[in-house]
């Protein structure tokens, strides 16, 4: 029993400090574009990285999603012949991806053209990249995650160094794909996998009950924030979409914790099921509660203590607009806390037809409660449209995997009866 506790805690501490390097730099990629960029500027490098979201989470929806559900702890041999149909199918989704960015870019022009353009180009080293990180982790390999990451960070430094004196998005989604990229190359290194671009039609028909439900449910997810930043744009303009993304950049030590959980938190909850399936509901209700608290207790203390001088020094002009928004902000992050315990609940049950069903009808409300927020009062309403419609999907989720539980062992409720 102690021995199993340790272990899943040493594989959560990969886990974290994973995520931790990889949120990190996210965050400094922000900060470095938002000030050189200034809000609108920024609005246009945040359209991309949301397009760029949607197009991961297809790539985890095909690839990465139905690897960890199935191959989390397998024997060597299976996983090496999984992770290399996997990364492949990665692989390929980036190649496509990048060449239908490529594609729009030419045809929009201008500063977003440019920005397209270059993620076109970013795109398929930015998901091979993506696919290591869950295949490590999957293997319980997580310290080979880490350093991945820590390559591509500082391979980010110079990079960024030299986008910024040119100041332009273009070169500033260069700097961030191309170091992914290098980050890429070192994680077939590691693994002594090659991507097998042959096997990814088996791949995906293999699992195909999985896939194409994580596929949607993902893109779902992703996708709503896309086309709420791409409405709240055509509505308020580019710069109410660099305010909401500021504003998110203030939470990204919280959102580092969420991602490291969730990284570890599927292949958890799956060896959980097989040990004690009796234990699922407390495991995922620890699992979501602490995540919540963790987000709460950080949106308060910047909303309280951060003094104006360090947010105008973190974020420049941005800060002003972003400042009003870190309330809604900070409540729509924790109930995305709250839903990650039931998303690993019944991802390790393998319920996917029950998370589609709550993905779906949370991505509905976040996309409607954040365009209508966005029409009555620009980016405080999107940001408070968005919130309430979060807290909704939570209940959502929460009552799926109530669902999910009693169907697979007759339990009558899950976690308070």
């Not at 500021?246 to 060896?271: C, D, H, I, N, Q």
Request: hydrophobic letters at 55%; charged letters at 10%; proline letters at 3%.
């Amino acid at each position: 029993m102690r021995q199993g506790v340790r272990a899943m805690a040493g594989r959560l501490s990969w886990g974290l400090g994973d995520q931790a390097v990889s949120s990190l730099s996210n965050f400094a990629v922000g900060i470095v574009v938002a000030r050189g960029l200034g809000a609108t500027g920024f609005g246009v490098f945040t359209l991309a990285w949301v397009t760029y979201g949607v197009l991961l989470n297809v790539s985890r929806g095909l690839a990465t999603d139905p690897l960890v559900v199935r191959f989390s702890g397998a024997a060597d041999e299976r996983w090496r012949a999984a992770v290399a149909r996997s990364s492949g199918t990665a692989m390929l989704i980036g190649l496509a991806s990048g060449a239908l960015s490529v594609l729009a870019g030419l045809a929009l022009g201008g500063e977003v053209g440019w920005a397209f353009l270059g993620l076109g180009v970013v795109l398929p080293g930015l998901l091979v990249q993506d696919s290591w990180r869950y295949a490590f982790f999957a293997s319980g390999q997580g310290h080979r995650a880490f350093l991945n990451d820590i390559v591509w960070a500082a391979a980010m430094v110079p990079a960024l160094l030299f986008a910024a004196r040119s100041g332009s998005v273009f070169a500033f989604v260069l700097a961030w794909g191309l170091s992914a990229a290098l980050a890429a190359a070192f994680g077939a290194l590691q693994s002594g996998v090659l991507p097998r671009a042959a096997g990814v039609r088996e791949w995906v028909s293999h699992h195909r009950d999985l896939g194409s439900r994580y596929l949607v449910e993902n893109v779902s997810n992703s996708g709503a924030s896309q086309l709420r930043s791409y409405g709240l744009g055509a509505i308020a303009g580019l710069s109410a979409v660099g305010a909401i993304r500021g504003g998110e950049l203030l939470l990204a030590p919280f959102l580092a914790l969420l991602m490291g959980v969730s990284l570890v938190a599927v292949p958890e909850a799956a060896r959980v099921l097989k040990r004690a399936p009796a234990r699922l509901p407390t495991f995922c209700l620890v699992l979501g509660g602490g995540q919540a608290a963790a987000a709460l207790v950080w949106g308060l203390g910047i909303l309280f203590f951060l003094p104006d001088s360090v947010g105008t020094l973190v974020l420049g002009s941005v800060w002003g607009p972003a400042q009003e928004l870190i309330l809604p902000i900070t409540l729509s992050v924790t109930a995305a806390g709250v839903i990650a315990g039931a998303t690993a609940g019944l991802r390790a049950l393998g319920a996917a037809k029950l998370s589609l069903r709550a993905q779906l009808f949370a991505s509905a409300g976040y996309l409607g409660g954040g365009l209508a927020g966005a029409a009555l009062a620009g980016a405080v309403g999107a940001s408070w449209g968005s919130a309430i419609a979060m807290w909704c999907g939570a209940v959502v989720w929460w009552w799926q995997l109530r669902v999910g539980f009693r169907a697979r062992t007759g339990t009558e409720a899950v976690g308070v009866r």
